[in-house]
Each structure stands twice: as structure tokens, then as C-alpha cells.
């Protein structure tokens, strides 16, 4: 496995533990860490032998955010046209945007292990993830608005999803801090640990029944409820009938029937 | 009425009844139950004098989903293409999301009263009807990734608008079994109760309330909440004004009125 | 500012405070409401030192709804063609509704406050509102369901998004009764407050802290997460990066980094 | 095969030809030409020897349209209740769509030779072909705006795809006739032939080239092109690539390749 | 009959006749233009006498698109601060865009009669009317790219649904010259006169015909087409029906259905 | 420059010509073809000096479409399972589908020069391009029918737009040879050149001027043009006021507007 700066990959069995991982610095999310991310989740999408793929961050920290230091060499480089300026920022955001895409678009699910800050960008990188648990303590803020922006690295996008319209709003207009438990409430997180430790063990048996489902199955589940948020349901369906009429064909099922016949767990193939 | 093999149906004043009739099976869904499902929705959907109709299960269980005899039977018919195969399948898909398709497009309000078993199958089923119900002891679970499939009748389209993104996941990537009291804290369901007597007085106590309501003024009302679920604000609100422009001359809202006034109850006709 | 006959406009600050102002009559949306609401949140909008808006009722309530006598005298404007009677029904509905559009389509957050009675046509209002906060006593009905009608005026478009498809359907088709903590449950309401008091109280301190930050990035805030609702992620990507291109370019990011840094709050423009 | 009362179907070869068969009434579409259709193209859907469709008209016309008869048996069925009636037109009018729809369904491509005259619901009928053929006298007209309603059989929807949107007022707003050359001109034909026997041989002769390729090949392209007119060219592509996952897999590719190879014509399994 | 400064309004029985009024500046949109249109465009469609409208140039030219002066001062208007500037702009652009949305949806058909020059704003503008006709000396240009800018009041957005997107791109990105037979030909306009005199009679007899069918049905018509455009055919199809439901009602029909059994012309209430 | 295997550039000026480059073979699109479109339209978007592109076939043809050695090594890949094979086959389709898209989300316009052979993927190609443009002699064919397959590479999406849906449909089902003039009448090219001198001439002639203007206000052309194709109107408004909201604030319009006052062509920077 390949080397990086910002962060970490460990491959346990058929679960790649990916941490963002500049600890000394709250896990700030620099240069290098857009870049490795692409990179990271190309390999998890490409890898055979990963099923499923958790984030968490490396120290007392999940991630505070873009690093400033990101913003104001961005803001370095203008030049004196102010529309090729926007043109150039344009482009900026959607290479950042492309980061979070590959984690929605990895063929296997992501989950993201909380602990301590998830706030600003943390908070994009999360929303883009299949699920998200945390410990009690986990304190997660849409901190964009105090830096005088739109957050535009996804939360706005895809966080009304997962906790609703209302409670949105609220949080992306005021910053205001979240902890564990509310975030469990208004379905952020779908559970809450006592500590990191447990947080860790928590997700990673998660992680390892859905590595033990048949991969396909796998994947086609995550495409199908990813399309399903931006069609219609009639498309969705559509959707669906046409990829299983390949996939039904796959071993898979008759592996799984015989399983549940001889009521044993079945072996599939990556 | 007619009489029918896998499903059996009752008409209570201006409510059907519709039960899951194979209680030695856990109602398992095979052949008859798709074509039976079609021939009473349309017989709801057209009788004037059945206003709401009520889903539930025969004997301890809702339903354990589709038959494997049905999928093991599919699998006997295959030809030597694999192209003709995959074009087979897709059809027979789409048959079958037809049987849930004609409870989300019946006019009228279907709920679901669950108890027991409600897996695989079942799951896509009520995620058809308007509303939910259930015992505090029914047993949920997206029970398709075991059987090494993604699940195509309509749980991965319809759910998530139902519990949110992130729990969805969660439940279709493990087919983890989530009872009553949980389902209502994800709002799977609407209710829970105590046991299968007082959910069926439940909820017939619920559906005699909708039968008592204008039948016109029902009808548009699921019609403008499952179009708005696969349509834009602005493209619902002109919708809502189109089908209003002749159903405001109705009798109903006179009705409606002098009722009102008179501190009476309005007698809609069908 | 301007006086209106059946609504009042109070500012504090950068908050305008707008009432509901027929407290005899509940607070019923009579034709000059409708009108007023047009022009009242135009001014909202444009006016720069405006920067979030609080909508609450005068008196006992909250709103009973759209004033029957409203309803009454439509009906009384109808002509011998039914054809040309639905165009004018249509075309009205659409004036009711862009009444509410206005409160949406305003770059400025609008929240309700709620006590009392919020019932019929007080709920398509207040689904137009970015957020809801209520007193335990608030007693929420998607009243248009006893008036022989389905909801015209916004409900059954946005309140989905709010609280879920499941207890929607409930509420629309029984309009039974809500109250102050199972809205908050449901996700209608973000938070309860004891009293009216508390409930002004708490609203204008969430008001004020909002109206703290920079309008630029609320406004582009609101922008996007109204968006969201209406377009895929993928659109909703490439609109904030547009967005952004121009915005990013604004003096209030450098305001911010400063107080960031300086650890004082930034003063930004209006 | 079947008898019908206002159709007539011949089967040559893989070729279905579908005759309009009233010409003492100039083919004026009743009772039961609606139903025929759907169970005619139902029957061509499902019918492995079907390979492509023709439908011309019997005697000196394709077809005048709707059959007044039946607009005025609507009219006398209508009850009290403007709303009751409303939905009763409605679903009436969706009932008359479905059998057009069927045609447009349809796996196997549809071509309209027209001759005489063609208008109103002949219109509609020739907006959901695959292709349209004529002779230089046929004569089109979008009659529905003399009968005092708009088209609502297909023609708004389906036409401006084929001719454009600036010609389509012209002729839906003034309801002119067009004929064959005209009809060429803008795309509403694709030729012209000079008389009704060379337009059916013509038309025979491009049935019977559809007929030789691949009928798996065929049914793809069918349903991409309708697809695509109603999505958006990302989902379009993403379409085809699922699609094609299991159609590339069938023996028809080998086949072509193979005939490609030995420069003889390949021969495909229905 | 209101005078305006930079267009006139004449009516000739059910025509609105407006001429674009500023000859000696080759009718170039100047600001009060852009307010002008927005007010005639509400009287048109709420003046129930009024039932088709003509635009046409006074003096030598159609229009040569916006006044520079326009631009000159909005240039003059802006602060320092870049990302308020922006959201001035993109607030000034939607107004000037509303002009001529108010065309497009307005209810009567709205039709360009073009000699002279027609570039730049101009070519936004009869994009927004259902039809065009013009001199065969008649200039087209997609003037916008000259200037420094892409065109933003409508050409982009629907042009490409009248002369398809190949000939589309070539004058979007060359601004190149089209005269009046190359227009008809790619669809621009319907038809090509030899002169303004009988252009003008010309358009004058087609808005008359169209003034003489049902007023109810032209206005569905038009809503008809404008929402197929931007919308799904099976979106279309039911918006029709759920139109038509209420339409189908109207006295227009039975007229109707009297002058074509008596051979003589209906005559339609406005 | 880099040199390619299967293709050849060379930049004139702001002009960068693309040649598919293997005349021995027709241009048949080979494995190198695929993978240096994505890089060299990545250089064309990325490098500033470049306006415009032209692409044209060395030798004697455009290209005769994809290389059948290419398919039969795919179908050498196969593995045992038919599931595992769809998701591979799926895959591979989104890679080449990914080299077209990257002309067509390319920044700056692309134009095709065809002369000889455009047949099967090579259709696919030019239909993403901006325009087209051909000798007389040029060979147009939807081959990808007599190969057993739907074609899957971009012109069951794309070409619709540009030819309209009837005759779309005949040249995909017949595959049938079309030729110059018939591809300029049907809108498939904008103009017939006598021979390939005078053809690759014209093209030169058209992109020089096209790389006169502002590249910025090309590039936002292009954007509005590609974005409208898959939006509605309304939608494509807004997304260009934001756009301009921006780019109205560049250079490029005071350039322009001096230009346009002194009668001297401007200077854009790149």
C-alpha cells in the first residue's frame, strides 16, 4: 500500500481503515489531503479485496476543517480580471468537491468513525459517507458561516437527507455545536459510544458484517439508494429492474440460497 | 367479492380489509400473491364505495417476503443467452414492482398493520402504503442483501424518504432486524402497539377516521404527496392549482362548510 | 415603514419582526393578509439592513388559517362556464401561493414563532419558513382536510422535506391535532419553550445570532439549501461552485479570517 | 391471431401489419379501436416472431381522428358533481393516452405509413411511432383546437421532439393542413412517396431491413432514444453502460461479428 | 390604452398589436423597455378582449438588441465590494429576464413579426414568443459574443429547442449574420415574406385565425407546449389530463361541436 | 507537445487540431485512441493559448468507429460469473463513454471536420462535439446496429438534439448510409465543403473566429448551451444570471465595448 502525508491506510481483512492523519494539527484537511483522498478512493473502489472502507481521524480529533493556511493561498493567486478569477475559484471548488464525490461514488460503503472535532469541512466529508457514528462526546458544527462563506464542499447538499429540512437550517445558518446524542436524535449519527475505543470496535463490526454480504450485492444496494436520492422513485425502479437483470444471473444467489438452506454462512467471491 | 388464493379480502363499511392469507407459509409471497395484489388494487382503486384499505398479515406474521420456490422456479426458465436471460429477468422485475406500484397509485390510503415477521419482501410492500403501524414485538429487516441481491420491488426507491438516508443504509447493508419501538423512533411507523388486537382496533379506528373525510379531498391529497416526493416545490404547486381549478367546484366544500358551521358532521358521498 | 391592515412590521435591529395582526379573529388570513404578505416580504428582501425576519401571531394565537369568508366570496365570483371558472380558481390559488413563495424565495432567513392555534393555512406558512420553534402548548392541523379540500397553498409540497413521508400522511389525511413536543419529535419544530415569553425570547436570540454573521454567506446559504431540495446533488454541486466563484471573492472571508485570528467578531456590511 | 371489430392484423414474416379498418367512417377512431390497441400492441410487445410494426389505414384515409360519437357518449355520462365529473374526464382522458402509450412501449419499432387524411387523434397516434412515412397527398392537420379543446392524446407532448418547437405552435394554435412535402420539410415525414402502393411497399421494404438485425440490438436502441429524450444525457449514458452490461453478453454480438467476418448476413434468434 | 415611452400598444379586435417604439435608435432596449414590456405583457394576459399579441418594430428595424447606455450605467452602479456586486448583477440580470418570461408566460400566443435588424436582446426576445415570421431582408444575430458576453435573457436557454443545437452552437459562438430564407430554413421562422408591408398582413391573418378558435383552448395549448419542453412526456401527459379534466367541461366543446355539425364558424366568449 | 500513437496534434495559433491518426486502419478507434482523447482534451481545457479545436481524420476517412479488435479482446476477459462480467462490462462502457465526455466538457468549443468514413464510434464522437461540418462525399452510418448492439458511446443521447427524433430513429434502426448534403438538411453538419482542402479550410476559417472573441464569454456559451440541453428553461435563467453575476464584472466587456466604439477588433487575453 502506498505511502501518504495526510493520511493513513490499514487494511484489516476485507476493511481498508482510512485516518486522516496530521494529528498536531486537529487533522486540518491541507493540500495534499484533497489529492490523496481521489487517490485513496480510487484504490478502495478498484481493490478486489476491500469490501468496505472507515474513516475515522488519528489522535483526539475526527477533523476541524479546511487548513486556513489552504484558503489564503487560494487567495494568493488572483489575478487582476476579477471574472477569470471566478473562473479559476469555479474550478477550484469542484476539484475539492471531487474528493468527497469519490467516497460517494467508491462502489463500497464508507462509514465515518466521530470522535472529537468534526466541524466545517469535516462536516462535507461526513455527508458524503453511506453512515456516520460517533462517541458522546463528538461536537460537529457547519462552521463555513464563521468564516463568511456558503459552505461548498457538499453539506448543503447532501446533508438534508439525512437529518431533514428543518434542523438544517438551523445549523448551517448558526454554526451552533452539536454533540453525540442530539446527533443521534436528529439522525446524523445512527449511534453514540462511550469512548473512541468502543466507537472504533462499534464500526468495525459493522464494517465486518457488510464485508461478509456478497460484494455485488453490496454494491448494487449503495448505487441503487444513492440514485434513488436524486430520481424519482418510477426511475429508480426502472433502474433497478435493469441492473438486476444481469446481476440476478450472478453466482451470488445460489451461493446465498444454498447458505440459507444449510443454514451456513456463505463465502463470496470479492 | 372475489375469492383469491394467497390473499383474502373484507370490506368493513367503507373500508377493505385486505389480509396476507398464508399463515402456514409466514405469508410468503408466491405466484398468486403478485397477480391477487394487482386484481385488488384496481378493485380498490375503482370501487366508490371503499374509501381506505388496510394491509395485514393472516396467522403470527405479516409477511416473510417473497417465496424462494418463486426465485428458484425464475431460475429453471433461463435460456442459453444470456442477453434474452437478462431481458427475461428485467421483465419479470418490473411485473412485480407493478403489484406495489398499483398500492402506491390507488387512489385511496393504504395502511399497513404489521406484526410478526415483516422481511425482504414485505419491507418493499409497506414501503408502498401511506402509513405504517406495528407491534411493539414486529420484526423489520431488508432482509434481500442475505439472499445476495440488491432489493428491486421498491425498498432502496421508496424507504429512504421514510427514515432519512443514513439509517437506511445502515439497514440495507446489514439486514439487521429492527422491532417495533425502534422502527417508530425512525419513523418506519407511525405508532406502536401493544399487540395484534388493539393494532388492528388501531388502526381501524385510523382508517375510519380518512373514510369519514371528503373522498374527493383524500384522493387529491395522496395524489399531490406522492407527486411532490418525485417532483420540484414550484412543479407541485402548479399541479396542486391545476387539479384544484375543477375539484374547488366540487359539493364537498359546501358540504364541508355547512357542516362546519352547523357543528355537524359532513356526509360526503363517494 | 408602512402600515398594514392585517399584518404589523416591527424592527429591532437587523430583525424585522412581522405579526400576524387580527388577533379577534385568530389571526385568520383575510384578502388584505395575502396581499400584505407580497409587499412585506419584498421589502424584507431588498431592504440591506434587514437581515433575518421572524414571523409570529398577535394575541392567543399563532393563525387559524385562511378566513372562510375568503372562500365564501370566491365562490360567489363564479361565472355559468365551468371551464372559465377552473382558469380563474387556478389562477388564484397560484396568487395565494406566491404569497408564501415570497416568504421562501426571500434571501433572508424567516422563522416562526408559534403559540396557539397554527391550523389550515398557518401551516402552509410556516412550512415556507426556514425553521419552527413553538410553545408546548402550540396546537399544530393540516385543517384543510375538514373543508372537503386537499391543501393548496404549500403543505403538501414542503412539509414533507420537514417531517417525513410517513407521519405526513398521517397528519394530512386526518388532520388530527399536534402538539408542542411530538412536533418537535417529528422534526416540525426545532425546539419547545415553555410560554410565549420564552418562546419570543429564545426566537429572537437564534434571530440575532444569524443576523451576526455575514448576509452574503446566509443569503447564499439559503440560496442553496432551497436549491438542494429541488435538484440532484450533482446540480446542487455545480451551483454553489458558480455561486462561490463570485462570492468567494467578497471582502467578508478576509473580515472573518481576521476576527478568527483576532478572536473578536467581525462587523460585516450589510 | 385475434379478430378485430376496428382494427386488422396481418402478419408477414416478422413484420405485424396493424390496419386502421373502418373505412366507411374514414377510420375515425371508437370504442373500440382504444381498447383493440392496447391488446394489438400488447400483443406485438410479447410476441417473439414480431419484430417491427406497421400501421396504415384501411381504404381512402390513415384516419380521421376521434370519433365524435364517442366525445358525446362522454358528455351524457356525466354526473352532478363538477369535481366527481373532473376525475371521471380525467381518468378517462388517461385510459385513451395508455393506448398510444402502448405503441411508444412497444419493444419493437413502429412505423406510420399515412395516406389521405390524417388529423386530431390520428395526430396523436403518429406522435407515438417510431417513424412516419407518407404520400405527397396526405393530408395532417392538429384538429383538436377546432373541436374547442386542446390535443390531449400525445400530440403536445410527443410532436415538438419531431418537428420543433416554432413550427408546432403554428400548426397546434391555427390547426392548418400540411401536407406530404411540407411534412418532409419539417420532419414530420421522413419521405415522400408518390402514391399509397409505393408508400406501403417503401415503408414494408424499411420494416423488413429493421427486421434482419438483431431484435435484442433493436429493442436496446428503441429504448435509449425514448429514454433519452426524457433525461438528461449523463443519465442516458449511465443507462446504456448498465444496459449493455448484460447485452454485451449475448450470442447476438458473436453472431454479427461473425457475419461481419464473412462478409454473409447474420441470422438472429427472435 | 396606457402610452408608454420606448414601445406602443394598439388593439385591432382580439390583437394586441405592440411595436417596439424607439425607430430613431433602431429601437434598442432602453430601461424603460425592460418595465414596459413586464406591465403590457399582465395586460395582455389579464385583458380577456385581448387574445393573441403581434410584436413588430416601428421604423426600419425589428430592434438592434439592449441600449449600451443600459449597460454603460450599471457599470456605473457598482461598490466596492466584489461579492456584493454580484449578487446586484445576477438580481438585475433575473429582472431583465422577466421581461421577457412575462412573453413566454403569458397565456395568449405571442407572435414576432422581424424586418430589419433583429440582434442581440432582440434574438432573447422572440426566443420567448410561440412563433416568428419575416422579411426576407430580415438580420439575425447572436450579437452578445461582440460584446464581450454569453447572452443572458433567454437565447441560450430557448433557442436550441427552435433550430436544434448544431446550427445552435455556430451562431451562439460566431454572432455571424443569418438573413431571412436561411433562417426559415433551420426553423428560426416559419415563414419568409417579401416585404414589411406584406409581412405584416401576413402575421396580421395568421393571429386572426388563431383570435377565432377558443380562447380556452389556445391558452391550454400554449401551457400545454411550454410544459412539454421542460418536462418529461409522461410529466406532460398527465399534466393534460389533469388540465383537461376541468376544461373538457366548458361550453367551448359543445359550440364547437354545433359549428361543425352546421358548417359554421363558432363564435367563442373571450 | 506530446506525441501521440493513435492521434496527432498540432496548434495553430489558438487553434488546436486534432488528428486521428491511423490512416492504414481508417482511424479505427483502438485502445491508445481512448485514453489520449481524455489527455489531450484534459490539454486543450487546461492550456490558456488554446481557443478552439478542430478534429479531423488523417488519410482518407474521419474514422471507421471503434476497433473490432478491441471488442474481442473484452469478450477474451470474461470471467466464470455473469454478474461479476456486467459490472466489468459496465465499467469498461463509462471508460470510453468518459473519453467523448471530455470533449464535450471540454471549456472551449470543439469542431469536426468529417470527410470519408464516419461510421459507429465515430457518430458517437462527433456528436459531442459543437458542430460539424463535411465534404460531400463524407459516409455517415450508425453502424453499431449491424454489430449486434445498441450503440453505447454517446449517440443514442447527443444525436437527437441535433437531428430530431424521427429521423434519429431511422438511422439507428437501418443503420443506412447518409451522405453530405442529406447530413447538412437533416442539421447533422451546418455546411457541405466540395472536397477535404476546402473543408479543413472552412473549419480553419470558422475557429479563427471563433478564437477572436472572448474566451471567457465563449466558455460560458458553451456551458449555457450544453447546460440548457439537459435543464428547463427556468433552471438554465437562473444558472446564467449566476453565472454572469460574475463574469459581468471581467475585462472582457470593456474591451469589447471600446472595440465596438473605436470600429478596431478587440484583444482578449487568453
Known amino acids: 500500500m502506498h505511502e501518504y502525508q495526510s493520511l493513513k491506510v490499514e487494511q484489516h481483512g476485507a476493511i481498508a481503515h482510512v485516518l486522516i492523519n ?8 491541507d493540500e495534499a489531503f484533497w489529492t490523496e483522498m481521489v487517490d485513496i478512493f480510487d484504490w478502495v473502489d478498484r481493490t478486489d479485496s476491500v469490501r468496505v472502507a472507515v474513516i475515522s481521524g488519528a489522535g483526539d480529533h475526527f477533523s476541524a476543517g479546511i487548513d486556513l493556511a489552504m484558503l489564503a493561498q487560494a487567495a494568493g493567486e488572483m489575478t487582476q480580471d476579477i471574472g477569470r478569477n471566478a473562473e479559476r475559484i469555479r474550478r477550484n471548488v469542484l476539484r475539492l468537491q471531487a474528493a468527497f464525490n469519490a467516497v460517494e461514488e467508491c462502489r463500497k460503503p464508507v462509514i465515518a468513525a ?3 472535532y468534526c466541524i466545517g469541512g469535516a462536516i462535507d466529508l461526513i455527508s458524503a459517507c453511506d453512515m ?9 458544527s457547519i462552521k463555513e458561516i464563521d468564516m463568511g462563506m456558503a459552505a461548498d464542499v457538499g453539506t448543503l447538499q447532501r446533508l438534508p437527507h439525512i437529518i ?3 434542523m438544517m437550517r438551523e445549523l448551517a445558518y448558526t454554526g451552533r455545536a ?20 468502543t466507537l472504533i470496535e462499534g464500526v468495525m463490526g459493522i464494517a465486518g458484517q457488510i464485508a461478509a454480504k ?16 436524486d430520481h424519482s422513485v418510477a426511475d429508480g425502479l426502472n433502474y433497478i429492474a435493469t441492473w438486476n437483470a444481469a446481476m440476478l444471473q450472478s453466482e451470488d444467489l445460489k451461493l446465498a ?13 470479492d
Open 22 to 29: 496530521r494529528p498536531a494539527k486537529a487533522n486540518a484537511m
Open 178 to 197: 452539536v454533540f453525540g446524542d442530539e446527533a443521534r436524535e436528529m439522525g446524523l449519527v445512527n449511534r453514540v459510544y462511550a469512548d473512541h475505543a
Open 114 to 116: 466521530v470522535h472529537g
Open 164 to 166: 431533514g429540512d428543518g
Open 132 to 140: 456516520r457514528y460517533a462517541t458522546a462526546s463528538a461536537h460537529f
Open 214 to 229: 456478497s460484494p455485488l450485492a453490496i454494491r448494487g444496494t449503495k448505487e441503487m439508494i444513492r440514485y434513488s436520492r
Open 257 to 269: 440460497m444454498t447458505a440459507h438452506m444449510s443454514r451456513k454462512p456463505a463465502e463470496f467471491a
